[in-house]
């Protein structure tokens, strides 16, 4: 088989049973699926009919910024192209994805591989979550109110490490306008805080 063929069987596996946002993020109340999910979902499958994924890291960005606390804390953007391989024909398809993660320590980078393939994976064999996908049923503004996305963790994080108005300003300055609505109380718990 070659790889669009293996590619095309192990979504058709994981379709079946999809995987369910089944873990929570406490600090913003927001439902997700964490990497070793998807991990477990598609290990047996992707071994079963031979599919090999290779990482490639073509760009590693790493920003430091200290926090009001004065710890560091590292944002890390990574570029990862994935080689999706068949092991029967050696055919392959190249997957690039970008990946980003924060952490106080050592781990940013790991983090930020992570989320690659995790959107990677996502994105290339489709796999839905639990539940009714049917986005005809779902109210999209009820849903950018409660749920947090990860891409705005990544915001929420750079206006928390913010330690005056100026820099709260350039920071808000920068994140997209669809993300403004999932962290404008974030901001303005910041703005409140460096008001005092």
Not at 42 to 57: D, T
Not at 103 to 126: E, G, H
Not at 133 to 154: K, P, Q, R
């Amino acid at each position: 088989m070659n790889v669009y063929q293996v590619i095309n069987k192990v979504m058709a596996d994981i379709n079946k049973t999809g995987i369910a946002k089944g873990r929570k993020n406490l600090q913003q109340n927001y439902a997700f699926r964490g990497i070793d999910d998807v991990y477990n979902a598609l290990s047996s499958s992707m071994a079963a009919h031979g599919l090999v994924v290779l990482p490639r890291v073509l760009s590693r960005d790493v920003t430091e910024r200290t926090t009001k606390s004065g710890t560091s804390l590292f944002y890390v953007v990574v570029e990862v192209e994935f080689d999706f391989v068949s092991s029967e024909d050696g055919s392959k398809h190249v997957v690039r994805t970008i990946g980003e993660a924060m952490d106080s320590a050592d781990k940013a980078t790991n983090k930020a591989m992570s989320a690659a393939y995790k959107y990677a994976a996502l994105q290339t064999f489709c796999i839905p979550t639990e539940g009714d996908n049917d986005s005809e049923n779902d109210n999209h503004e009820a849903t950018l109110s409660v749920a947090m996305t990860e891409d705005a963790m990544i915001y929420v994080a750079q206006i928390q490490a913010c330690e005056d108005m100026k820099t709260l300003g350039e920071v808000w300055a920068e994140i997209p306008a669809d993300i403004k609505k999932l962290v404008a109380k974030a901001k303005d718990a910041k703005k409140a805080e460096l008001s005092k």
